[in-house]
Antibody, heavy 118, light 108 residues
Framework: EVQLVESGGGLVQPGGSLRLSCAAS????????LHWVRQAPGKGLEWVSS????????YYADSVKGRFTVSRDDAKNSLFLQMNSLRDDDTAVYYC???????????WGQGTLVTVSS | SYALTQPLSVSVALGQTATITCAGY??????VHWYQQKPGQAPVLVIY???NRPSGIPERFSASNSGNTATLTISRAQGGDEADYYC???????????FGGGTNLTVL
């Protein structure tokens, strides 16, 4: 069974940092691109970042560029999101998702909640 | 940057057909994907590459894409179809994934 499990969320003060992890199982992790998508409370889906297989292509939304860094460890079947200089508007549930051939997000984790508040 | 526009809400009578639109410039030239999200749950892919259903998605879900509008159609709507629906494309010029704002479907 294909599975993605996020962890690392929590409460952090503005200006602080968090590192999210996404553990994958049930598929050939190294051959897939992966994305982070977030959803603020009561709001829609917002794409955050993507990383290709082999980490050759990395993209960020303008809202997080320069503050967030995506990475992957294929040996550990894990995806990461290092979040620095966090702001109130970064408060959201963060999902990791696997991407298939047509850039559709065909498998999602259950999400991890990040709350930025003083 | 590329933008997708969806209606905030759509209502449909039980057993009837619901139509949710997703507007974007020349969206017909892109691959459109649709997601269903129920409260407290992660999104689920229901349509990929304009018209294709992943395994396990009922045939009642169908879609089309042409010109400046993509459309998700849910036939014989059931109470279990109540959810938020999002369209999504990939913007090749930036490498970004773009989501529509989402449409809340209510089955009356």
């Amino acid at each position: 069974e294909v599975q993605l499990v996020e962890s690392g969320g929590g409460l952090v003060q503005p200006g602080g940092s968090l590192r999210l992890s996404c553990a994958a199982s049930g598929f050939s992790f190294s051959t897939y691109a992966l994305h982070w998508v977030r959803q603020a409370p009561g709001k829609g889906l917002e794409w955050v970042s993507s990383i290709s297989s082999g980490s050759s292509s990395i993209y960020y939304a303008d809202s997080v560029k320069g503050r967030f860094t995506v990475s992957r460890d294929d040996a550990k079947n894990s995806l990461f999101l290092q979040m620095n200089s966090l702001r109130d508007d970064d408060t959201a549930v963060y999902y990791c998702a696997r991407v298939d051939v047509w850039v559709e997000l065909d498998c999602w984790g259950q999400g991890t909640l990040v709350t930025v508040s003083s | 940057s590329y933008a997708l526009t969806q209606p905030l809400s759509v209502s449909v009578a039980l057993g009837q057909t619901a139509t949710i639109t997703c507007a974007g410039y020349n969206i017909g030239g892109k691959n459109v994907h649709w997601y269903q999200q129920k409260p407290g749950q992660a999104p689920v892919l229901v349509i990929y590459r304009d018209t294709n259903r992943p395994s396990g998605i009922p045939e009642r879900f169908s879609a089309s894409n042409s010109g400046n509008t993509a459309t998700l159609t849910i036939s014989r709507a059931q109470g279990g179809d109540e959810a938020d629906y999002y369209c999504q494309v990939w913007d090749g010029s930036t490498g970004w994934v773009v989501f529509g704002g989402g449409t809340n479907l209510t089955v009356l």
